[in-house]
């Protein structure tokens, strides 16, 4: 009984370092994994980050990138790095960080060969956060902030617009102001509307003329007209009624208000405003 027990504590002395080694190791290998991004050179950095991209990790490549870009300060890698990292951060929904990123790099690089894309993505990153679908669907009005975005969006597109007529991102980017325009001049109309239904007509008067003096090319004029003509004549100002009227005939002869200026506009319901490209006429 004795041999044995000598056997075995000789059996537990043998494997010791043995173990002890093991588990060094693998401490090791987690330490060199956890600092891979501190010591990488910087095209495999690059690559790293711009993996972890195309992968859809944007966390990940986040950090990967603001290694890059605090390891390497300058280059060709940083550079592009910043333009990546702006996007992963408009990716991850971190529209403040993307559009502060987005910005310095349009500073610091304006002559950039991919200096189009970021005014672009700059563009974008307000573009998304200008106001909620259901907003616009429910003909709610967008809240201040959300329209500061899509202020700041329009302005955004229209500097790429101007600067890159030529390139492939100024098509898209014109579209989306056509669209921006028409939702600012809707959420206006929303308001010049309210005005009227409440009684309130020099409020909803001077609503519709800005939405033409404004937004001339957008739809919501038709209707900004008519509400101008209906707020003069419920106020006694017939002629200017008249005049707002005869303008309402010459460019939409079809609107309903010119056949029957008592009941228009009808005020429609949210759920019927919910069926896709409903107006009043």
């Known amino acids: ?3 044995q027990c000598h056997r075995l504590l000789l059996k537990c002395l043998l494997f010791t370092p043995l173990l002890l080694a093991l588990g060094a190791c693998s401490l090791f290998h987690r330490g060199q994994t956890r600092n891979t991004l501190d010591t990488m050179p910087v095209d495999q ?3 790293k980050a711009h993996q972890y991209l195309m992968d859809g990790n944007y966390g990940a490549a986040e950090t990967a990138y603001q290694k890059l870009i605090a390891r390497f300060p300058y280059g060709d890698y940083n550079e592009q ?3 990546e990292l702006a996007y992963a951060q408009y990716k991850e929904d971190k529209p403040d960080d993307a559009y502060s990123t987005i910005n310095r790099f349009i500073k610091t690089y304006p002559a950039q060969k ?3 894309y970021a005014y672009y993505l ?3 990153i307000n573009f998304d956060r200008s106001g909620t679908a259901l907003q616009r669907l429910v003909g709610q009005s967008p809240s201040e902030q959300d329209q500061g975005y899509a202020l700041q969006s329009f302005d955004d597109f229209n500097s790429l617009v101007r600067r890159f007529p030529d390139t492939r991102y100024a098509a898209d980017a014109r579209q ?4 921006l325009r028409n939702q600012l001049a809707q959420s206006e109309l929303n308001v010049a509307e309210f005005y009227l239904r409440h009684q309130a ?3 909803s008067a001077d609503r519709a003329k800005y939405i033409i003096e404004h937004y001339q090319r957008a739809p919501q004029v038709a209707d900004a007209l008519a509400v101008l003509a209906k707020s003069y004549r419920l106020l006694g100002q017939q002629q200017l009624a008249d005049q707002a009227t005869e303008v309402l005939k010459l460019n939409y002869p ?3 208000y010119l056949r029957d200026p008592n009941r228009w506009p009808g005020f429609h319901s949210w759920p019927y405003r919910l069926i896709p490209l409903t107006s009043t006429h």
């Open 81 to 83: 790095s910043q333009i």
């Open 201 to 203: 007509y020099v409020a």
């Open 176 to 179: 989306r102001m056509i669209y």
């Open 114 to 116: 991919h200096i189009a």
């Open 1 to 3: 009984m004795r041999a």
């Open 45 to 47: 950095l690059y690559q």
């Open 254 to 256: 079809n609107h309903p």
């Open 122 to 124: 700059r563009g974008l």
